[in-house]
């Protein structure tokens, strides 16, 4: 117990230092994160009101496969891309293995499922509502999916939100395509697993408790916001 307690105060004070190697790995790990849930709510939030929209053959074949991407295991998704990006894969010449933009793919890959499910669900809540307004005046699919942006903002910060939960968590597929690189490709998650695996628990904690307090943060904000734009 008393080394724990050291290990909590060395933490808290290795957070209060600013320590620059420390600095470093959480500047990387919000900035790849923050970049991954940017793009996968650029992909995943059309393709999900989109769905909420369209109909054609094998539509719920589609939006069950879409959901199913939810449950995707981040090593299977982090060796799939390593092998997509190695020197005999197909993207291997492009040289992004360990390297920050492979991480972001890989975090993409991950974050775009549950933008498209969150999307969907409530694009589909507010098609069914709107769908016949929108058809009566001629809307063509780009401009009803931009109704619904419109009309879904909250949802669309909340996919957002949880996108960025899902990817600055994320540990299995960053450390396959990354390569916990110190000073180039090392996050907090993957900082953690490492220090953890040295014996070095102050830096870990550290890390561990600005990942807790950002996390917090994270779902602070969205049940704020959310909030306020349902008063509204």
């Not at 092998?83 to 360990?98: K, M, N």
């Not at 996919?159 to 180039?184: K, M, P």
């Amino acid at each position: 117990m008393n080394d724990f307690a050291r290990s909590i105060r060395a933490a808290a004070s290795l957070i209060g230092e600013t320590n620059p190697e420390l600095l470093d790995i959480v500047a990387l790990s919000v900035r790849v994160s923050l970049t991954a849930s940017i793009v996968a709510l650029a992909i995943g939030a059309p393709v999900g009101a989109w769905l909420a929209i369209a109909r054609f053959p094998g539509r719920q074949v589609f939006i069950v496969f879409a959901n199913a991407l939810l449950g995707l295991p981040p090593v299977v998704v982090g060796l799939g891309l390593y092998l997509f990006l190695s020197r005999s894969g197909p993207l291997g010449t492009a040289g992004l293995l360990f390297t920050p933009t492979a991480m972001v793919i890989a975090q993409t890959l991950l974050g775009a499922p549950i933008v498209v499910a969150l999307v969907h669900r409530s694009s589909t809540l507010l098609w069914a509502e709107y769908g016949d307004l929108a058809r009566t005046d001629g809307l063509s699919v780009l401009r009803s999916v931009a109704l619904l942006f419109a009309l879904g903002r909250p949802s669309l910060l909340t996919a957002f939100l949880a996108a960025f939960g899902r990817a600055i968590a994320e540990v299995g597929a960053i450390i396959i395509v990354g390569g916990n690189i110190h000073g180039f490709t090392r996050t907090m998650t993957t900082a953690i697993v490492l220090e953890t695996s040295k014996g070095d628990l102050p830096l870990a904690l550290g890390l561990g408790l600005i990942l807790l307090m950002l996390s917090v943060a994270v779902s602070t904000v969205a049940l704020l916001v959310v909030g306020c734009a349902e008063e509204k």
